[in-house]
């Protein structure tokens, strides 16, 4: 059982020890160090949290990130992870649970999927604006209706405002280090944000890949034990989250506001920082794929990234000029690497695995952000933008072959069709 | 806009998410037919349940109790005459094995079969017109010889009318019904009864009763064998004689004799101290006529001690209450008589013993003799019959022997006491029964086979669960003081119809299914159908059944069994899917076709609510009268 | 060459042999130095028990560009853990003709179960082959529903139905010989490279030596019929009649 890590005595000052492994957890990690492991995204979200020695691990299942859960509670049964595992009746206990570990200084790490996300949703605006950096591995499913397992980003993208750090994953490897990373990033005193580690379900949670096994020193080193500098704490009592007079509003606000764009140093920090520990370079926040000389670009995010570079091959080898620019974060949005990233580009398509009914481009979520971004560069792309794997289905090399297609056509006419297009419902 | 210039596959369409038809309906589990989980599928499968196994004529006793339950009194009365053409005999005289098989002893008592079939008996006698007359076929013309009008001579008739027969019965003495009425005192059978059921028995037509006709005097072996095909039913009616000092006295008589003598109607008397010799049921009828109408008492001395009685439990208890004494391991050593006339007996004490035949070999213990005074010594110690007019290889000991369907030789059948000895007037009935299945099968050139073996319905084999303990119904008796003094007083009395259907709703159903709809309640995936009434009252719908078995766990009566699905063997009958989720192609076209469907309907009712005209609700277009 | 394994099996009760069967051939692909993917269920609910569920393994010489299929789309090797299976769907969707390679668990004989397949479904086998896994596997428990599994191995190995890792060792039960049979049926894969995946080796030789098959690739008129005898001694010169054409169609390039 355990453990809110609280070393010495009742009185004084509080002093956060560092987090302690269990002898057979010590002997598992030792072993595995250096290893290659053939994981899922929810296996390697389970031992990224292993990694990161995780204080408080709060669970309700729902499909399909349940794996996650299911392969954290071995852990604490087979005593391989010391941590409070809680089963809540529901995902806004899930997250109030996790919010609470994390308010008395407890890395807390809680999750969900599909309409288990939006049921917490009360949750979210109160846990940023309390700066308890928790985390949150999401895998991706599509809200009901229709009973659906596959991944549709609207779930995690509904709670976009709400104050958190989101990104996504594109294999098991990176959700891995992704875990680690938001970690670091949250956890900074100069962030304290919540965070959200997406990956897809199915297309990563499970479909396995090679994921590579650090020593525990290694993350012990890049990910030092959590200190909340303001915890819920006897010795030292502190109020959170008190009701206040409206004219305390705006300031309150402005710093939350503050709180996500100082994020964006952190960030390119971190991911520095996470590359030098363990040799794995990835862009601070924009994959850019082939986008050096490229006419057009597909803007993306998550697993469907994997196809659409396999598709962008024989593009370029039939002489499209096509490039691909993935998100590895979307909050704080990265309106400049991205506007750096697709400088030259002259079309622009962005690729919605997600459902934002009735909105501007009468589409999907992505494209609104992706375009205001775009409306202050230099030059302005094209933009367009295209919905597809709704439901969780397939999106295969020849929708994204067909999503060029279009790309090509508005460059020779000079505009695009539409704002937003439906991949395989029309010519 | 978006959605300009995009087209959605028919194959593909599904308007409203969620809306589907359910999968209660028809509809619906063809778009869901998950039949193809199950391993196991249930099947009904009705097996015998233990009265009915249990009973000679092979009476459809579940089936009738239920028919009762229902207040369906002619489908009851209709259903037992399909086995047995005389249940008002029956429901007053059978030693009821059906109760003694009963699974419900197990649970609490067995049921008050024999009650509920004397009911239905009367019941069916009470009727203007017989039910059973417009259901036979035209006779065929061929008639068959019967000997004997007692119950397997008169079931053997029946069943052979049934199948298009007409039968002759040779009867001996003046009055049909051979022991029914010869054998059997009318305070268990009352005369009317028995001359009732055998009129509705000669009313069918093609049944014609010759009484006086004695075989071996009045008609002869060759005569018999002269019809195309001969029953031979003529019962046991010679009593047995018992070797001892001074037997032939005056009031000694047997009690065969005297209880036909009786039945006749024929002038007979009983002194007032009656020792009658014997252990089994002819005694204790005896004993019992014997008191009625002499009006003192009795004794039946027995070689059985009071275990081996061979008397029904019910009558045992109902002659004691009649003051009927039993003196049991006592043998007759010797009659005692003054001018020819009995006066006492001596007996002694003494055992049953068994020669090596089986048969009786009392064993006297010496010195224990003593004096009993009576006037009137009945002798009932078994009976034989007068054979000797048959060729001497068919007969034995006085019976006829026979192979294992009763078949003597050629044409010619054999059944009742005259072959298995003194034996019940349900297995009478039941001999009479097969005699004419196997007598239409032989005028028919099939083969004779033996009864296939039945599946009984063992008690454990029931969800007992379901059945909450319920006392039996036992029917009432008139006084004992009463019985006392007339030949004429029932001795049990009728259920009501109140009673009849009350007992007949504590039978257990055994294996068979009843309707009690347990299995249409607790299927969770509305598979257990009932619309149809096939195999039984349901159907199961195999395409949308997922094998769960709850609906066997929870038969009460044990009909429905699982049965592998791989033991079905029609290529046909195959819930196969296209794909793990869609039953075939265009599936959600379809589930899309059934959700405009709802649509319209809806937009059709807004539009025909909105052209009625304001409060009234009256329709918009008004009679052309009042437009003017 | 490419092949597409596709598993059929029942939710919960048999999830694990149909997960060992791809993650077996899958592994041994890899080793192999193909390329290879072994994918769980995602379409079929496979949390309900009893209801059809598959797991999929797909490999071959070059890389597989649309990884992200749910459903292996042209499956020529195809495995019913159990043979209900049979009667419950078309499990030969999309196969080529006279491609397929079907591997039925059961004890009943071939044609008896080949009775209840349209002939649409047979035109696509190239082989139909019954081996009687359960008879060949090292038995642990007499339950016929859950094959050699106890109730407790099936409680933590919900979790592995869920997406969680491996508990229990990969390649027991009525896996092992169905690895067998398909892996000497097939002949594609050498069966000391498969059976060095299998936790259960010995059970793995004894399916490999013992099924029986009905060749549909046979020359003339009626297929072929052989038993185990003609089956003891698999190996790839015995079994070259049996492998199917890859063909350009296995592409799964959906253009």
């Known amino acids: 059982m355990t453990t809110v890590h609280v070393d010495g005595a009742w009185a004084g000052e509080p002093n956060y020890g560092p987090g302690s492994r269990t002898p057979d957890g010590e002997q598992m990690l030792a072993g595995l160090a250096g290893t290659r492991k053939r994981l899922n995204g929810c296996a390697a979200a389970a031992y990224a949290a292993l990694y990161a020695n995780v204080d408080v691990i709060t669970a309700y299942p729902i499909r399909p990130y349940t794996a996650i859960m299911m392969n954290l509670s071995q852990f604490v049964a087979d005593g391989i992870l010391d941590a409070e595992y809680f089963v809540a009746d529901g995902e806004h206990a899930q997250l109030s649970a996790a919010f609470g570990a994390g308010s008395c200084g407890a890395r807390a790490f809680t999750g969900s999927s599909g309409v288990g996300v939006t049921y917490a949703y009360e949750m979210y605006s109160i846990i940023s604006g309390a700066r308890i950096p928790i985390q949150m591995s999401i895998a991706d499913r599509t809200l009901d209706p229709p009973g659906d397992f596959g991944s549709e980003h609207t779930d995690a993208l509904c709670t976009r405002d709400m104050g958190w750090l989101m990104g996504w994953a594109a294999t098991p490897q990176e959700v891995f280090d992704k875990t680690l990373i938001a970690y670091a990033i949250g956890e900074d005193p100069r962030v304290l944000l919540p965070q959200m580690v997406v990956q897809d379900g199915y297309f990563v949670s499970h479909i396995a890949g090679e994921v590579e096994m650090p020593a525990a020193g290694q993350v012990d080193a890049y990910l030092p034990p959590y200190r909340l500098p303001f915890p819920l704490d006897p010795r030292r009592p502190v109020s959170h989250g008190p009701q206040i007079h409206p004219s305390q509003g705006p300031p309150l606000q402005l710093e939350r506001a503050r709180a996500m764009e100082d994020a964006i140093p952190v960030i390119r920090e971190k991911t520095d920082e996470f590359a030098v520990a363990f040799g794995r370079h990835y862009p601070h ?37 096509i490039g691909m620019a993935r998100l590895l974060w979307i909050r704080p949005f990265p309106s400049e690497d991205l506007r750096a990233a697709l400088r030259g580009v002259k079309a622009v398509g962005v690729v919605e695995t997600n459902l934002g009914l009735g909105g501007s481009t009468y589409g999907g979520i992505l494209a609104p952000d992706v375009t205001t971004a775009l409306y202050y560069a230099q030059t302005r792309p094209l933009v367009t933008s295209f919905m597809a794997g709704l439901g969780g289905e397939t999106v295969p090399a020849a929708e994204f072959e067909w999503m060029a297609g279009k790309l090509t056509q508005a460059l020779e006419q000079g505009h695009v069709e539409k704002a937003a297009h439906w991949v395989g419902f029309e010519e | 806009m978006s959605v300009r210039g995009t087209r959605i596959p028919p194959h593909l369409q599904l308007p409203i998410a969620g809306v589907t038809p359910p999968p209660t309906e028809k509809d619906g589990q063809r778009l869901f037919p998950t039949g193809n989980f199950r391993f196991y599928r249930p099947v009904y499968r009705d097996k015998t349940p233990p009265c009915n196994n249990a009973c000679p004529t092979g009476e459809q006793i579940q089936k009738y109790l239920d028919y009762v339950k229902h207040e369906r009194y002619l489908d009851g009365y209709v259903t037992i005459m399909q086995d047995n053409p005389m249940p008002s005999v029956t429901g007053r005289v059978c030693y009821h094995p059906c109760e003694t098989a009963c699974n419900r002893a197990a649970h609490d008592e067995p049921i008050g079969i024999r009650s509920v079939e004397r009911f239905l008996g009367d019941y069916g006698l009470a009727l203007p017109e017989d039910p059973i007359k417009g259901t036979l076929p035209p006779l065929n013309g061929t008639t068959v010889a019967i000997v004997g009008s007692g119950p397997a001579g008169l079931a053997c008739a029946y069943h052979l009318r049934r199948r298009g027969y007409s039968s002759v019965i040779f009867e001996a003495l003046e009055k049909p019904g051979g022991m029914l009425r010869a054998g059997i005192p009318a305070w268990h059978l009352p005369e009317q009864i028995l001359d009732a059921e055998i009129t509705k028995l000669t009313r069918l037509g093609g049944i014609d009763i010759r009484c006086g006709m004695r075989a071996g005097q009045d008609i002869s072996w060759g005569e018999l064998r002269s019809y195309p095909a001969t029953f031979l039913a003529l019962g046991q009616d010679v009593g047995r004689r018992l070797p001892v000092e001074g037997i032939e006295a005056r009031g000694v008589m047997g009690a065969l004799e005297f209880l036909r003598e009786a039945g006749l109607g024929r002038p007979i008397k009983a002194g007032r101290q009656v020792l009658v010799i014997g252990g089994g049921n002819t005694a204790s009828d005896a004993a019992r006529s014997a008191v009625r109408l002499g009006g003192g008492e009795a004794i039946i001395a027995s070689l059985e001690s009071a275990g081996e009685l061979l008397i029904v439990p019910e009558d045992l208890e109902q002659a004691r209450d009649e003051g009927v004494a039993f003196a049991p391991n006592t043998s007759l050593v010797k009659v005692l008589s003054r001018d020819g006339q009995v006066t006492g007996a001596v007996v002694c004490d003494a055992r049953l013993g068994k020669d090596a035949q089986g048969g009786v070999r009392p064993e006297l213990v010496p010195g224990t003799e003593r004096e009993v005074p009576c006037d009137t010594i009945l002798i009932a110690i078994g009976q034989v019959q007068q054979l000797d007019w048959l060729p001497d290889h068919l007969s034995e000991r006085g019976v006829i022997t026979a192979d294992q369907h009763g078949r003597v030789e050629g044409n010619v059948f054999v059944g009742g006491d005259v072959m298995r000895g003194p034996s019940m007037v349900v297995d009478a009935l039941g001999d009479g029964k097969r005699a004419a299945r196997d007598i239409d099968r032989v005028l028919t050139a099939q083969a004779l086979e033996p009864e296939p073996e039945p599946e009984v319905m063992p008690y454990e084999g029931l969800n007992a669960a379901y059945f909450r303990h319920a006392p039996r119904t036992e029917a009432l008796l008139t006084p004992a003081g009463e019985r006392r003094r007339s030949q004429k007083v029932e001795v049990t009395l009728a259920y009501s119809r109140e009673q009849a259907v009350a007992e007949s709703d504590r039978c257990m ?40 078995l709850v609906c066997v766990q929870e038969c009460p009566t044990g009909c429905l069994e699982k049965v592998p699905e791989m033991d079905f063997e029609d290529p046909a009958d195959v819930t196969r899917m296209e794909t793990a989720f869609a039953p075939y192609d265009g599936a959600h076209a379809e589930q899309s076709a059934f959700t405009r469907q709802l649509i319209e309907e809806t937009i059709a009712e807004y539009d025909a609510a909105r052209t009625a005209p304001a409060g009234n609700g009256k329709p918009a277009a008004q009679p052309n009268g009042d437009a003017g | 060459m490419y092949h597409e394994l596709t598993v059929w099996s029942r939710g919960i009760i048999m999830d694990k042999e149909a997960r060992d069967v791809s993650s077996c051939i899958a592994a041994a692909a890899r080793a192999l130095g193909y390329y290879a993917d072994n994918v769980s269920d995602y379409v079929d609910d496979p949390d309900r028990t009893n209801c059809l569920v ?26 019913l853990v159990e043979e209900t299976i049979i009667k419950a769907v078309n499990f030969l969707r999309g196969t080529p003709e006279r491609g397929g390679v079907v591997v039925v668990n059961s004890v009943r004989d071939p044609d008896y179960l080949l009775k209840f397949l349209p002939d649409e479904m047979k035109a696509k086998m190239a082989k139909f082959v019954v081996v009687d896994a359960v008879g060949l596997a090292e038995q642990r428990d007499r339950s016929p529903w859950m094959f050699v599994r106890n109730l407790s191995e099936l409680a933590l190995d919900r979790m592995s139905t869920e997406g969680a890792e491996e508990r229990l060792a990969i390649g027991m039960g009525i896996a092992a010989p169905l690895i067998g049979a398909l892996t000497a049926a097939t002949g594609e894969l050498p069966i000391d490279a498969v059976a060095d995946q299998v936790a259960d080796r010995d059970a793995m030789l004894r399916g490999a030596a013992k099924y029986a098959v009905v060749d549909f690739t046979a020359a003339a008129g009626e297929p072929a019929r052989a038993n185990g005898e003609q089956a003891e001694e698999p190996g790839p010169d015995g079994e070259a009649a049996s492998v199917p054409a890859t063909p350009a169609a296995h592409s799964t390039s959906a253009g």
């Not at chain 1, 794929?289 to 962008?312: E, K, N, P, Q």
């Not at chain 2, 309640?521 to 719908?541: A, F, K, L, Q, W």
């Not at chain 3, 999929?56 to 195809?78: K, Q, T």
């Open chain 2, 509 to 548: 159903s055994c294996g068979v299914c009843n309707g009690c709809d347990n299995c249409y309640i607790v299927c969770p995936d509305v598979s257990v159908m009932r619309d149809t009434r096939e195999n039984g009252h349901y159907t199961i719908r195999t395409t949308y059944c997922k094998g769960c």
């Open chain 1, 285 to 321: 926040f924009v994959e850019e794929y082939m986008l050096d000389d490229a006419d057009i670009a597909l803007v993306i995010s998550g697993g469907h990234s994997v196809t659409c570079r396999a598709a962008i091959r024989p593009l370029r080898e039939r002489g499209v000029k």
């Open chain 3, 54 to 79: 598959r797991r999929y393994a797909r490999f071959g010489d070059s890389p597989i560009v649309d990884r992200f299929v749910y459903e292996n789309p042209h499956p020529d090797w195809v495995v």
